[in-house]
């Protein structure tokens, strides 16, 4: 079945330090990949996707690559902010037909110290 | 952003008793999604809907049940409220266009406790 693996958290960073959150993924046939954001006490939204291999996906400083030799899409910032901080969540659709559906990883909690 | 809510945003229940949430949206999209999420899960979809009447299962079905009368509303019901059940209840539509993605919007959550 499909399933994505994200990193544990939590993490936490100081503010302008690098940040990578590990994403890999297992899917049949070719997935839709996504980076999904939830801050404090609110629902999730789309940071970034990419719909086929080697494909870059970018938003917010935020940036992800679509590997499909290594199934994997890391979440990478290179100098984050104290309002970066959330819940982030790797996801991916292997929709087909009429059923669109998305499969999240758990989550990896971000907190960035000023 | 899509105009989704959801209603009610905070409930305390009791086991056993019956639970309806709602989810309401406005931008006429065709997909709704009903999810829970849990410490250590993630996101698990329970229930979902491709249009007015047509509703399936999701991973973790069990217990709940759903309806869709008109395009902007999807209940969701618990029958028979368990502690297991508390969670924090989220909704998501997703508008059909073409290609292969489709950016799922989410509604603000509900939290539901069942004592």
């Known amino acids: 079945g499909n399933s994505v693996t994200q990193m544990e958290g939590p993490v936490t960073l100081s503010e302008e330090a690098f940040l990578t959150i590990n994403c890999t993924y297992t899917?049949?046939?070719?997935?839709?990949l996504f980076w999904y954001v939830q801050y404090p006490g609110e629902g999730l939204q789309l940071l970034l996707k990419?719909?086929?291999?080697?494909d870059k996906g970018s938003n917010k400083g935020f940036e992800a690559t679509y590997r499909k030799e290594t199934t994997s899409f890391h979440l990478e910032k290179g100098s984050v902010q104290v309002s970066d901080s959330a819940v982030y969540f790797c996801?991916?659709?292997?929709?087909?037909?009429?059923?669109?559906?998305?499969?999240f990883g758990k989550g990896t909690l971000l907190t960035v110290n000023p | 952003d899509a105009g989704i809510t959801q209603s009610p945003r905070h409930k305390v229940t009791e086991t056993g008793t019956p639970v309806t949430l709602r989810c309401h949206q406005t931008e006429n999209h065709r997909y709704m999604y009903w999810y829970r999420q849990d410490p250590g899960h993630g996101l698990r979809l329970i229930h979902y809907?491709?249009?007015?009447?047509?509703?399936d299962k999701g991973e973790v079905s069990d217990g709940y049940s759903v309806s869709r009368s008109k395009t902007e509303d999807f209940l969701l019901t618990l029958e028979s409220a368990t502690s297991s059940q508390t969670s924090v209840y989220f909704c998501?539509?997703?508008?059909?266009?073409?290609?292969?993605?489709?950016?799922?919007?989410f509604g603000p959550g509900t939290r539901l406790t069942v004592l």
């Open positions: 998501a539509t997703e508008r059909k266009g073409g290609g292969s993605y489709n950016e799922q919007f």
């Open positions: 990419a719909t086929k291999a080697d």
């Open positions: 809907s491709y249009g007015v009447k047509d509703t």
């Open positions: 899917a049949t046939g070719y997935p839709s």
């Open positions: 996801a991916l659709d292997t929709s087909g037909g009429s059923n669109y559906k998305l499969t």
